[in-house]
């Protein structure tokens, strides 16, 4: 991906869509037996495109790290799994003519998850995303007007967070007791099967017992 050229391209656009931002009081949605490791994030190599104000390498980490885990964080599997992300570019927007040229912020990283146990990567290539900022009254008219700049690296950051779960979300068979099973070469666990006519769940029986008469004699049978 070239991202010099898509980052420039998606900055003097003037509306954008931007993905409504999930409550964080809501469960997340259940991706299998999954908990969250490290969170490696390497942004040395980010570069600013366009017009843009400056952010240190450390304060891209710092975020992502924070925002991955307040979301990505709240599964409690048991199964670790690790994502590294590296920060490729972005552009935090500057004051410009409001409505008509004013830029929008927006982020571009590349993601990659592994099984922490086998230390092999889940996904074949790496998952490169395009981060756009929220939509809200404070961005519809550029948010290098109404923000800070922490405040759009934070905005950002979150949205970065919630499209990384959404991917995992997107591949949840990843973290099946198949496919870990399939990655640690052993053979998938059978799931039992009844036999034809017989019940799957074993039915109690009582248990026989013989006929006795009013005084607790046995019967003798003819």
């Known amino acids: 991906m070239n991202i010099r050229k898509v980052l420039s391209s998606i900055v003097v656009l003037a509306f954008l869509s931007a993905c409504a931002r999930q409550d964080l009081s809501e469960p997340p949605e259940p991706i299998g037996d999954f908990v969250l490791g490290y969170t490696i994030v390497v942004a040395k190599n980010a570069e600013p495109v366009g017009p843009s104000r400056k952010a240190e390498p450390e304060e891209w980490e710092t975020l992502l790290k924070e925002k991955i885990a307040a979301r990505i964080g709240r599964y409690q599997g048991e199964r ?24 929008k912020s927006v982020l571009a990283i590349t993601v990659n998850i592994w099984d922490d146990a086998l230390g092999l990567k889940l996904n074949e290539k790496p998952k490169q995303l395009i981060v756009l900022e929220r939509l809200s009254g404070e961005t519809v008219v ?58 799957a769940e074993p039915v109690a029986v009582p248990p026989a017992t013989a006929p006795r008469d009013a005084a607790g004699d046995l019967i003798t049978l003819p």
Request: glycine share 8%; hydrophobic share 45%.
């Open 80 to 103: 670790i799994y690790n994502i590294a992300v590296g920060v490729d570019g972005y552009a935090l927007a500057v004051p410009g003519v409001p409505i008509l040229l004013s830029p």
């Open 142 to 199: 550029g948010s290098g007007l109404t923000q800070t700049r922490e405040q759009q690296m934070r905005n950002l950051a979150e949205n970065a967070a919630r499209l990384i779960n959404n991917w995992l979300v997107e591949n949840k068979v990843w973290f099946t007791p198949e496919a870990v099973a399939a990655r640690s070469g052993q053979p998938a666990p059978a799931a039992p099967v009844a036999a034809p006519g017989v019940p």
